[in-house]
Structure formats: structure tokens, C-alpha cells
């Protein structure tokens, strides 16, 4: 019923707009034409710079709105890096585009229309369109010398030491595997996997470096350590996105990609910085692949060395939970 | 007669409306032909507008509905499942298949049959041969293929939308494999196929239309009128049939090898799939990249095929209503030139996440941010040409400066995203949303309707409704800004596009007043554009005759003909061109019109 109503004020607020703006035709015609065309270009100069102040303030105060609501602390090393990429870019649009739009809306309401005033022919000059070619090409150099510092430095390789950590995504959710004690990854192939008997990765259990391997749905890493995601799909594409990572990675069946960062805090103190107890890390799919696309949670736990070492010596390897539930017996008495 | 026209009287009325009855008596026309299947080039182009404007309500519409989930995610709407029952919005709510159909069919539409068929179909056809001097294209038959071609392929999307299974739902750039596995999806079963069978139709009009625009601007140009004095609308339609006829094949055979991946057991996008449900696929050793390669090398380009017109339109607008030549003609074509060729070098910065080697995503930031060069030449360019003018604000010129203002705003957010660096965070972000909202479909809107505006008289040979005409322009202007600006401070938080719902999410779920703000601006802009739409049909046939031949006092040729031009545009002589087409505020006069030819003391341009 509401909603016929709505429909009906809509449909009578149309008529008025349309019956108001038949009727100032009429009246413009009365008045004289160049009266009418006067009178309107007054009101549309002066529109212009009415645009540019609210404008002006509105971009001021939707910064005051939401400056503390954008980029969570960065988490990682590399965020740091994309963080201050992100200032020099912000630094030098907004220079530009506060410029460029004081003089775009300036100009119409100051050259707007006038009896007395004769438009200036002016063509070209060569002089200047050197200056708008060169200064812009100046200072794109710059952002492109700055971003692929950064981008070599977050692409490359990820150091020796890092912890490997394999993601798999699948319509909706995340699969992680740890390479366990030989910190080797068993060989998998993805014929072989079988959700029912607990195989959800195709591990093959020939291959004696997966007996180890532990699979687990949700990811714990350590703190102050360089980690490295060998990322997989298992059905479409799909991406891992760590916000407070500022990190990003594809997850394309049948080609792995791979991702690394250094977490700077665990879980507990990201609680108090962001002030919020219930805060945890997530891994968001930005990437979509279905119906399920918006609710493609992970999470992951960065906890302290000791945290993560007794953590991961808790874990059961994946072929062990398997061949526990094939023959029970025998896995009780190991 | 129009406000403006009576400062610049133009004493020839009673004798243009004989032109006028005469011109169209020249040959026999039965309705069909003069309607339907007219090989008219303006019919054409107004056959191509009102389909794209049919497109743009119902591309609209489906924006006010997902908006409408994201706004105010508690609600029930009752309406919505009554009108569209309870598999697709069971209890009043949109259900995710349902939202995930309507982003998909938002895009492609207002991509693909507003921005691309709509806009370059329309000016292309209607001023190639109006401001070139021809008498109609160089192969109207073709000409009106074009067109049925994107008849037929908007036959086949309107279709997909009532079957079973929803139209394709995999995102406008339908990425495999999810747009190649039925079970992956319910928007990848029959949907998808009809959604392939209608781009495909799509491209063959694009195709047609495109090599028409590019003979007749080469070949059929009238004595006089060496490319030089073409007005940048036609080099800018030049430049955008260029890009189409090079870029749009490759779309196409992406998509053949999509069909044969759905249908005929190939592995072109395939490998280590295992399905929901319990199956692994034979399928191995294809890549899904290779996809994204082939939609991207016609993807960007496309959005260049969708601003060039628009940045001719504007410009040929912007210098008419200034009074003044547009600042720096042959630097406006070197820098349409220039994005034209870089257009074809950029598309891997879409996917500098999708494991692409650095090295390589290095050398497309580097290409993809040297396209801002010419962008800014264009900007200066355009601010130059307003400064020290005599303006008009017409409904056309207030579009026309808010096209350089979106234009702006869009291209700097476009550093962020070119910027591999950047890109790690904002990729597949609102941010992405509102970048190329304000830069591609604000901006090709605002261009879009301008142009509208500007050669509504031409041709109709009628005056559309000053006044609801600034009042669409200022809510259209000031809500698109308030829908896409704050949208990028959601892009920074990191929140992911193509999302129903952000409330389970920690990281994401700061947003719900915003959310609920953009789309209440959404709806009411929404709105505003009926207005437009009510405007111009009613104008059509009601509104203020156009009585001089020359309404906007212009320089170039369409407007020589007569108000209301038959098939074959004017009725003797093709008018011959001595100067180029920005002859404005020269030697104290307010302008010159191409057609006459240079005093004996004067320098040509």
C-alpha cells in the first residue's frame, strides 16, 4: 500500500515539476526572449560557483567524516609502504583537482555571458600547451618512480626464511595447508579429492612428504615473521584479500600464485589498537565467484612465536586424521 | 524560436520551411521505410538514441533495485515479491542470485547498448554526414544492418532476462570459469549462452557500423572540407570506430572459445576444476588468464569507445557556447590520437593482481599512467576554451562543463588504480566502483546528453523544455557526485565490490549509514532521469518550433541545412567549405560559418 503511495507522490510531483516548467516557457516568452535568456544564464553563473563552495566544503567534510573509518592500521611492512604511496598520490591529486575545479567553475561564472563583453579569439599557444604537456608528464614520472620502488619490493621474491602457507579457495570458503615438519608440501592432485573422506586438497598419500602435511579452515601465523601464500583454486576464481595486510593475490584454478608479508601484530594487540574486542584479521574473496561471493570469510590468527609454535605441534597432519578414521583401533594405540 | 536565437537573428525562417516541404516530398516513403527499415542515416541515429535510452531506463532501474538490498539490507519490500516472485526476492529481499543477474546485466548494458550503441550509434550517424557534406553514409544499407544487428542482439539480453534460470550473473566481464560452468552458477546456464549469442550480434553491429563511420569520414567529405577543418566530433568518432573495428574481433573470439569451453569439452579456460557437488572435470591444462587477456584488449579499449565521442561532443559544445574556437585544435586531435594508440596498451593493469609477473605489470603501469598526459592536454584545453568567453549556459554547455568536472575527478582516481602499488589495495574495491563510475559512465552520460541537448533541434526541428532541462542538470550533476564521491573513501577501506551484504564482515561493516545515504541519492537521481525522458517525448511533438536554421549561431555544416533535412540532407548543392570549424569571436564577429569563404585580407586558421 505504502509503496502505491510512494508511487502516486512521485507521479504528482512529476506533474507539477512538468506543469512549473510549461508555464515559466510561457512566461519566458511573455518577458521577451533575450530578457528570459539573460534572466537564466544569470541564475545558472551564479549556480556554478554556488556548486564549487558546497562542493568545496563537501569534499572537506566528508574527509572529516570518514578519516577514521578508512585504512585500519596497516598491519604489515608492506603496508606501510603502500600507505605512504597512497599520501604522495592523495598529495598530488588533490593539488590538481582543487585547482582544476576552482578554475573550471570560476571561469563559467566569470565569463559568463554579458552584453558588453566580446569573447577573446584565442586559438592556440604553443607555449602553453608545452607547459600542460611537460609539467603533468613531470609528475607522473614521479608517482610511476615511486610506485615501482614499492611494487618491487612487495612483488619480489619473499625471503628464504619465510613460512610457506598453502590457500585454496572453493566456492565459499578457504582451505589452508601447512607443509608440517619437513616443510615440504606433499604432492596433490586435484582427481583425487574426496570431501567425503576428508581429502579436500587431492593430497596423494603415495607421496610420503604429505603424511605431515596439516589442513586446517582457518589460518594462525606468527608475528614479526615473513609469510609466504602459495595460493590455489579448487572451482572458479577467487581472490584472498587481507585489508589490514594491504595485500591482494588472484586464486586461479590449475595456476598457483603466491603472496608474501611480514605481520607487525598479533590478533590480541590489533584488539586494543583498533579498539575493538572482537576484531580479528579476515580474508575477504575480491574476486566473484558466485552467490556465495560476499560471504567468503576466512580468518586468520597471528599469534606470538611460542603461541604459533605450540599451536602448529597441536595440530594432527591431515593423513593421520585420515587413516585414524580408516582403521580406529590402531591409531588409538599410536 | 529559442532564447539564444534572438541575439543572433537569422533572417531566413519563411524560407527554410519551404526547403523543408520540398526536401521531403525529394522520393516516395511508405512508413516502413521511413521508420522501420530506413536507410536514412538520421532515422538511424534516432532509432539507435531511443533504443539506447529504453536500455538506460531498464539498466537504471535494475541499479535502484540493488541499491535498494545495499541501502537497506533490514528491509522487506513487499513489491519486489510480488513483481518478481519468491525465487528471486523471497520475503521482499533481493536474493543473491538475483543481485548478482542485476549487477551483471547493469553492466553490460549500460556499457555495451547505452554508452557504446546509444551514444557512438546515435552521433555517429546523425553528424558524420551532416558535418562532413554527405548525403547519407557511405553504405546505408549497412548502415541499417547495424542497427537490426543491435536490434537483435537487444532482442536476445531482453530474453535472457525472463528465463528460468536468470540472465547471466558472472559480473559484465563474465569471467571463466564461472561463466563457463553450468553447476558453478544458475547466471551460467542458459543465461550465459544467450548472453554470448547477444555480444555476439552486438559486435557484428559494431562492426558494420564502425567501418561505415570510418569510409564515409575518409571518403565522402565535401569540397573544401580537408581533415583539418572536420569539427573534433567527427574526430573523435573517428578515432572511436578505429579503436572498435581493431579491439571488438578479439572480444568475439574470446567469447567463440568461452562457447566451445561450455559446450563442446574444450580446455581453452579449463584446468583442475573440481565442482561443487562432488565432481573434478576432465578439463586440464587451459588457462583462465588467457580469458582475461582477450575480454581486457576489447575491455579497455571499450572505454575509450564510450569517452572519445563524448570528449567530441563536449568539446564541439564547450567552443560553440563560449563563443570562442575550441583552445588548441590540433592539440585535441594529436591527444585523441595519442589515447587511441596507448588504449591498446593498457589493458593489463585489470589484472596486475591475477599473478601477472611483475616486470610485466611494471611496463603497464608505465604505459597505462602516460595516458593521463593526454588527458590533462585535454582538460587544459578545455578550461582555456572557457576562459576569457562569452558563455551561454544552454542545457547542452551546463552539461558540457559538468562532463569536464567528472572528467577530471574520474581521470586523477584513475592514478590510484594505474599505479600497481595502489592497486594491491583498491583493486576489485568500491574505489574501482566509483572511479570508473564517475570517469566512464558520469562522464559518458553527461557527454551523452549534452549532445542530446545540443542537436535536439536538429533533429526534431523542435526546443526541449529549458527549464526541466536545468533542473534534470543540476539534480543529475550534484547526485552523481554525492552517489560516487563518497563511495571512494568505502574503496579505501578496503570494501570489496559485488557484495550483497557487509554486515558479517569485521573489517567492512562501518559503512551502513553511507550505504543506506547513497542509495537514497541513487533513487531520486533515478528519478530525475524519467523527467529527461518525459522531456524529450514530449518535446518531440510539443515542444517550441525551431524557426531559424542556425538556433546555436554555429559554425559548422549541419547547420546549413534545412531545420527539418530529408534523405539526402540538402536540397541542392552540397554546401563547399572554405575555413575550419571554430571560427568564433575572429576579426569582431561572433562567427563565421564554414561555408564562407576567406576575405581577402584574412589568414586561415
Redesign the interface.
Known amino acids: 500500500m505504502s ?1 502505491f503511495f510512494l508511487i502516486l507522490i ?1 507521479l504528482f510531483g ?1 506533474l507539477i ?2 506543469q ?3 508555464a ?2 510561457y512566461v ?1 516568452v511573455l518577458k521577451g ?2 530578457k ?2 539573460e534572466q ?2 544569470k ?3 551564479f ?2 560557483i554556488v ?1 564549487l563552495v558546497l ?1 568545496l566544503i ?2 572537506y567534510w ?1 574527509n572529516e567524516i ?1 578519516r577514521g ?4 592500521e596497516s598491519a604489515s611492512v608492506h603496508g606501510e ?2 600507505d605512504t ?2 599520501y604522495i ?1 592523495i598529495a598530488i ?1 588533490g593539488v ?2 582543487v585547482i ?2 576552482i ?3 570560476w ?2 561564472y566569470k ?4 552584453e558588453k ?9 604553443n607555449r ?2 608545452v607547459i ?2 611537460v609539467v ?2 613531470i609528475f ?1 614520472t614521479v ?2 618512480g ?3 620502488f ?3 619490493r ?3 621474491e619473499a625471503p628464504a626464511d619465510a613460512n610457506q602457507i598453502e590457500v585454496t579457495g ?2 565459499f570458503g578457504w582451505i589452508f595447508r601447512y607443509p608440517g615438519k619437513d616443510h615440504t608440501f606433499g604432492k596433490k592432485y ?2 583425487n ?1 574426496n ?2 573422506a576428508n581429502n579436500q586438497l ?1 593430497l596423494l598419500w603415495d607421496d610420503p612428504y604429505s603424511h605431515d602435511d596439516v589442513v586446517t579452515g582457518e589460518m594462525t601465523i606468527e608475528v614479526n615473521k615473513p609469510v609466504k601464500l602459495i595460493i590455489n583454486s ?4 577467487h ?1 584472498v ?1 587481507l ?2 595486510f ?5 586464486a ?7 603472496l608474501w608479508f611480514i605481520p607487525k601484530f598479533t590478533t590480541e594487540e590489533m584488539k586494543k589498537r583498533e579498539g ?1 574486542p ?3 584479521y ?1 580474508i ?12 567468503m ?1 576466512g580468518v586468520i590468527k597471528v599469534v606470538s612465536h611460542e603461541q604459533y609454535v605450540i599451536w602448529l605441534a597441536g595440530q594432527k597432519s591431515n593423513y593421520d586424521q585420515v587413516m585414524a578414521a580408516k582403521t580406529p583401533a590402531v591409531a588409538e594405540k599410536n | 524560436m529559442s532564447n539564444e536565437a534572438s541575439i543572433h537573428p537569422v533572417t531566413e525562417t519563411s524560407h527554410d520551411v519551404h526547403l523543408d516541404e520540398h526536401a521531403m516530398h525529394h522520393h516516395k516513403e511508405t512508413f516502413i521505410t521511413k521508420y522501420v527499415f530506413s536507410q536514412d542515416h538520421k532515422m538511424i541515429s534516432k532509432q539507435f538514441l531511443i533504443t539506447g535510452m529504453i536500455w538506460a531506463i531498464i539498466g537504471g532501474l535494475m541499479s535502484v533495485l540493488f541499491r535498494l538490498q545495499l541501502g537497506y539490507p533490514d528491509e522487506h519490500f513487499q513489491i519486489l515479491q510480488d513483481v518478481f516472485g519468491s525465487k528471486w526476492a523471497a520475503n521482499g529481499q533481493i536474493q543473491p542470485e538475483f543481485y548478482y543477474a542485476l549487477v551483471t546485466m547493469h553492466g553490460t548494458i549500460l556499457v555495451f547498448f547505452v554508452l557504446t550503441g546509444g551514444l557512438s550509434g546515435t552521433f555517429a550517424n546523425f553528424l558524420i554526414p551532416l558535418q562532413c557534406g554527405a548525403r547519407d553514409m557511405a553504405s546505408p544499407f549497412l548502415n541499417m544492418l547495424s542497427y537490426w544487428f543491435f536490434f537483435g542482439a537487444s532482442i536476445v539480453m531482453l530474453t535472457s532476462l525472463f528465463i528460468e534460470t536468470g540472465p547471466a550473473a558472472g559480473g559484465w566481464t563474465s569471467y571463466p570459469p564461472l561463466s563457463a560452468l553450468r553447476d558453478a552458477s544458475e547466471g551460467s546456464k542458459g543465461g550465459m549462452d544467450l548472453w554470448i549469442t547477444s555480444m555476439a550480434m552486438f559486435v557484428v553491429s559494431s562492426l558494420l557500423g564502425g567501418l561505415n563511420y570510418i569510409s564515409t569520414i575518409l571518403n565522402l567529405r565535401t569540397k573544401g572540407m580537408s581533415m583539418t577543418r572536420l569539427p573534433l566530433t567527427i574526430w573523435a568518432i573517428l578515432f572511436t570506430a578505429i579503436l572498435g573495428v581493431l579491439s571488438f574481433p578479439v572480444l568475439l573470439s574470446g567469447l567463440i572459445l568461452l562457447l566451445f569451453d561450455r559446450h563442446a569439452g574444450t580446455s581453452f579456460y579449463l584446468s583442475d576444476i573440481f565442482i561443487a557437488g562432488g565432481k573434478a572435470l576432465p578439463n586440464e591444462g587451459g588457462s583462465a588468464i588467457l580469458y582475461q587477456h582477450l575480454f581486457w584488449f576489447l575491455g579497455h579499449p571499450e572505454v575509450y569507445i564510450i569517452i572519445l565521442p563524448a570528449m567530441g561532443l563536449v568539446s564541439e559544445v564547450l567552443s560553440v557556447n563560449s563563443r570562442k574556437p575550441i583552445f588548441g585544435y590540433m592539440a585535441m586531435v594529436g591527444s585523441l590520437f595519442a589515447i587511441t594508440v596507448l588504449a591498446f596498451l593498457v589493458w593489463a593493469h585489470h589484472m596486475f593482481v591475477t599473478g601477472l609477473n611483475p616486470f610485466l605489470g611494471s611496463v603497464f603501469v608505465l604505459l597505462t599512467l602516460l595516458i593521463a598526459v593526454p588527458s590533462a592536454i585535454k582538460v587544459f584545453n578545455w578550461l582555456t576554451t572557457l576562459w576569457r568567453g562569452n558563455i551561454r549556459f544552454t542545457p547542452a554547455m551546463l552539461f558540457a562543463i559538468g562532463f569536464v568536472s567528472t572528467f577530471i575527478s574520474g581521470g586523477l582516481t584513475g592514478i590510484f588504480l594505474g599505479n600497481s602499488t595502489l592497486d594491491i589495495q583498491l583493486h576489485d574495491t568500491m574505489f574501482v566502483v566509483a572511479h570508473f563510475h564517475i570517469v566512464m559512465g558520469v562522464s559518458g552520460i553527461l557527454g551523452m546528453f549534452a549532445g542530446i541537448y545540443h542537436w535536439f533541434p536538429k533533429m526534431y526541428g523542435r526546443y526541449m523544455n529549458n527549464v526541466l532541462s536545468y533542473i534534470h542538470f543540476w539534480i543529475t550533476f550534484a547526485g552523481a557526485y554525492l552517489i560516487f564521491w563518497p563511495m571512494h573513501y568505502e574503496g579505501l577501506a578496503g570494501l570489496p565490490r559485488r557484495y550483497l551484504d557487509y554486515r558479517q564482515w569485521i573489517s567492512f561493516n562501518q559503512f551502513g549509514d553511507l550505504n543506506r545515504f547513497i542509495s537514497t541519492v541513487a533513487m531520486i537521481t533515478f528519478a530525475v532521469q524519467l523527467l529527461f525522458v518525459f522531456n524529450f517525448f514530449y518535446s518531440i511533438f510539443k515542444g517550441r518550433r525551431v524557426m531559424s536554421r542556425n538556433p546555436w549561431g554555429s559554425t559548422t555544416l549541419e547547420w546549413t541545412a534545412p531545420i527539418r533535412p530529408g534523405h539526402g540532407n540538402w536540397p541542392g548543392e552540397i554546401p563547399e567549405v572554405h575555413r575550419w570549424p571554430y571560427d568564433y569571436a575572429k576579426d569582431g564577429r561572433e562567427f563565421i560559418p564554414q561555408t564562407e569563404p576567406l576575405g581577402s585580407k584574412e589568414s586561415a586558421h
Open positions: 509503496t512521485l512529476f515539476t512538468f512549473i516548467a510549461k515559466s516557457e519566458g526572449e533575450k528570459n535568456f537564466n544564464n541564475v545558472n553563473g549556480l556554478m556548486f562542493g563537501g569534499v566528508c570518514y573509518k578508512i585504512l585500519g609502504q603502500i604511496m597512497l598520490t591529486t590538481v583537482f582544476t575545479q578554475l573550471l567553475f571561469f563559467a565569463y559568463q555571458y554579458s563583453r566580446q569573447a577573446h579569439y584565442f586559438p592556440h599557444n602553453l600547451e600542460w604537456t603533468p608528464a607522473l608517482l610511476v615511486f610506485g615501482l614499492y611494487w618491487f612487495i612483488t619480489g572453493k566456492q586435484y582427481q579429492i570431501d567425503g587431492g579448487r572451482d572458479v576464481i581472490d584479500g585489508v589490514y594491504r595485500q591482494k593475490m588472484d586461479v584454478p590449475g595456476t598457483p600464485t603466491t575493538n572482537a576484531f580479528d579476515e575477504s574473496c575480491d574476486q566473484m565467484c558466485g552467490k556465495g561471493h560476499y560471504t570469510r
